[in-house]
């Protein structure tokens, strides 16, 4: 039940972020009663801790993943883009706005731990990719890894107040084929859009970051 009560919090939480489910809200929806609910989670403010250790573990857990299991640079990068979007188009922008205003140690924390995991992944990965002969000699990757997470989390932020009929996916992906271009060796570009084509084509269209489209337009 423990986990039931957890997955469907952050089922909920996904979609209409923090605040505005209430416990009694999530009784209902389960078909149980809030004495069910608090049994297992004593306080509100409990059940949210549990539902952000597991998302920030969940994640954390994802980005390793990749840095094992890819040796190739170009492969490893794409993958870690491919994770951090899939993550944070699963999440509405309010979910991470209700965490950051009414949770701000919990956002501090599970932030602080995310963005120090994926600069020091990113700055080796950079490191590497130069030494295979993929990335531009000239780039810093330090500095390239802090500038890109601070252009990230202004897109992320852009989005939230979105107006436009620009989607959150096209203002990551754009943000994404800037970053990717800025780096590679002109050589290796042809590797590039394939490996992107390829996850277009594993990938359902609704779910790819990478189209024909928008390589087309990263590259004018």
């Known amino acids: 039940m423990e986990q039931k009560i957890l997955s469907t919090t952050s089922s909920l939480f996904s979609l209409m972020g923090i605040q505005q489910l ?66 944070y188009k699963k999440w509405s922008p309010v979910f991470f706005a209700d965490l950051q205003k009414h949770y701000p140690s919990l956002w501090t924390s599970i932030s602080t731990e995310v963005r120090q995991l994926l600069l020091n992944l990113l700055r080796r990965n950079l490191e590497s990719g130069i030494q295979q002969g993929i990335y531009r000699g000239n780039i810093h990757p330090g500095l390239l890894v802090t500038l890109w997470q601070q252009h990230f989390y202004n897109d992320f932020r852009y989005c939230e107040q979105l107006s436009t009929d620009y989607s959150k996916e096209e203002v990551f ?37 990478y189209t024909p489209q928008y390589i087309n337009q990263a590259i004018v």
């Open 173 to 209: 992906r754009q943000s994404c084929l800037l970053f990717l271009y800025g780096i590679i060796l002109p050589s290796k570009i042809p590797a590039l859009e394939k490996l992107m084509l390829d996850y277009q084509l594993q990938a359902n269209q609704s779910t790819s970051f």
């Open 22 to 87: 209430r416990m009694a809200d999530l009784a209902q929806h389960m078909g149980v009663s809030k004495k069910t609910l608090y049994r297992f989670f004593p306080s509100r403010e409990q059940l949210v801790e549990r539902v952000v250790a597991e998302m920030g573990e969940t994640l954390t857990h994802q980005l390793r993943e990749v840095s094992l299991s890819e040796t190739n640079s170009l492969k490893q990068l794409t993958s870690y883009i491919t994770t951090m979007a899939t993550f």
